[in-house]
């Protein structure tokens, strides 16, 4: 794209990072957000700031970094209305970087297609890398799109990851984001229930994560996350709640294509337990303690059948 002025809407734990990656790579943002404090923080890096997300409306890329798609719906309506009443240039792409809905994205681009007299296109570009790839700019993104409106804004992607792959039409990137949650979920599940079983039976958590990092249970995600799961460490990278809505996509995702993922469903079981413990403005690594909290349970209740035998 010719054309090196880009909106982005959202800098919260993730977009600020991005964007400020993508001012420091030449690009010229124009960056909005709820609160003021990020955008003055970008504006000192050299962007510019926007009254509101109407204001982005003649920008070629406009990014959203958002919680979910009801929060990009709503902070797009504006410029959607703005389309309605002067469509924008032709080849405008509206950029979801957020985890939401293979199905809803559509639906979303539809909208998109049509307030915008079919000048404007969605394209659906998750990332995963978490905030130290954000701030690294080694995000790996996946898009969805077509083959057009990808390639137009793969050079501002690659501003924001060394690996940015096309998957197919708008959903494609999506879907691959589910199915990485679906693994860094259940995997992190995984490593949980492990260091908890662990010490309950007297073994050291640490050492066994580094025996299992030089066999095959070994991945990134326990270099990335033992560590902290062994520590009890749960400051926040991402909201755990978050993984809760991304594994819900999974299975909605497997519903639409006929496939069966019993893994994830019993981790969007787990996941919700852990927000009603109140536990989900903590990191992903805090399912930790819900299964403490499960496993002190279990363990009362069997106390209490032991005694009433």
């Given at each position: 794209?010719?054309?090196?002025?880009v909106?982005?809407?959202?800098?919260?734990?993730?977009?600020?990072?991005?964007?400020?990656?993508?001012?420091?790579?030449?690009?010229?943002?124009?960056?909005?957000?709820?609160s003021?404090?990020?955008?003055?923080?970008?504006?000192?890096?050299?962007?510019?700031?926007?009254?509101?997300?109407?204001?982005?409306?003649?920008?070629?890329?406009?990014i959203?970094?958002?919680?979910?798609?009801?929060?990009?719906?709503?902070?797009?309506?504006?410029?959607?209305?703005?389309?309605?009443?002067?469509?924008?240039?032709?080849?405008?792409?509206?950029?979801?970087?957020?985890?939401?809905?293979?199905?809803?994205?559509?639906?979303f681009?539809r909208?998109v297609?049509?307030?915008?007299?079919?000048?404007?296109?969605v394209v659906?570009?998750?990332?995963?890398?978490?905030?130290?790839?954000?701030?690294?700019?080694?995000?790996?993104?996946?898009?969805?799109?077509?083959?057009?409106?990808?390639?137009?804004?793969?050079?501002?992607?690659?501003?924001?990851g060394?690996?940015?792959?096309?998957?197919?039409?708008?959903?494609?990137?999506?879907?691959?984001?589910?199915?990485?949650?679906?693994?860094?979920?259940?995997?992190?599940?995984?490593?949980?229930?492990?260091?908890?079983?662990?010490?309950?039976s007297?073994?050291?958590?640490?050492?066994?994560?580094?025996?299992l990092?030089?066999?095959?249970?070994?991945?990134?995600?326990l270099?990335?996350?033992?560590?902290?799961?062994?520590?009890?460490?749960?400051?926040?990278?991402?909201?755990?709640?978050?993984?809760?809505?991304?594994?819900?996509?999974?299975?909605?995702?497997?519903?639409?294509?006929?496939?069966?993922?019993?893994?994830?469903?019993a981790?969007?079981?787990?996941?919700?337990?852990?927000?009603?413990?109140?536990?989900?403005?903590?990191?992903?690594?805090?399912?930790?303690?819900?299964i403490?909290?499960?496993?002190?349970?279990?363990?009362?209740?069997?106390?209490?059948?032991?005694?009433?035998?």
């Amino acid at each position: 794209m010719q054309d090196n002025n880009v909106g982005f809407v959202g800098l919260g734990l993730m977009g600020l990072p991005m964007a400020s990656n993508l001012v420091r790579g030449g690009w010229q943002v124009t960056g909005w957000n709820r609160s003021p404090g990020p955008v003055a923080e970008l504006c000192n890096l050299g962007a510019a700031g926007a009254g509101s997300v109407a204001g982005l409306r003649d920008l070629p890329v406009i990014i959203f970094m958002l919680p979910d798609l009801s929060h990009i719906e709503d902070a797009a309506a504006g410029l959607l209305a703005a389309w309605q009443a002067k469509p924008p240039e032709p080849g405008t792409v509206l950029v979801v970087m957020s985890s939401v809905s293979p199905q809803r994205v559509r639906d979303f681009g539809r909208r998109v297609e049509t307030a915008s007299a079919g000048n404007a296109a969605v394209v659906d570009a998750p990332v995963s890398g978490g905030t130290a790839g954000a701030t690294d700019g080694t995000l790996a993104i996946m898009a969805g799109g077509t083959v057009d409106d990808v390639a137009r804004i793969t050079p501002v992607l690659a501003g924001m990851g060394t690996t940015v792959r096309h998957l197919g039409g708008l959903g494609s990137g999506s879907l691959a984001k589910a199915c990485n949650q679906l693994i860094v979920g259940t995997t992190t599940a995984a490593l949980a229930e492990a260091a908890e079983l662990a010490e309950r039976s007297g073994i050291d958590a640490g050492a066994l994560f580094e025996v299992l990092a030089g066999g095959l249970a070994g991945s990134r995600v326990l270099d990335i996350m033992g560590p902290r799961l062994v520590a009890k460490d749960y400051r926040v990278t991402g909201p755990a709640k978050f993984m809760h809505k991304d594994l819900t996509f999974v299975v909605e995702s497997a519903r639409v294509a006929g496939a069966v993922v019993p893994l994830a469903a019993a981790a969007v079981d787990l996941y919700a337990e852990l927000k009603t413990q109140g536990l989900g403005d903590q990191d992903l690594t805090v399912v930790r303690q819900a299964i403490s909290h499960l496993s002190d349970q279990a363990a009362a209740h069997a106390a209490e059948g032991s005694v009433k035998a």
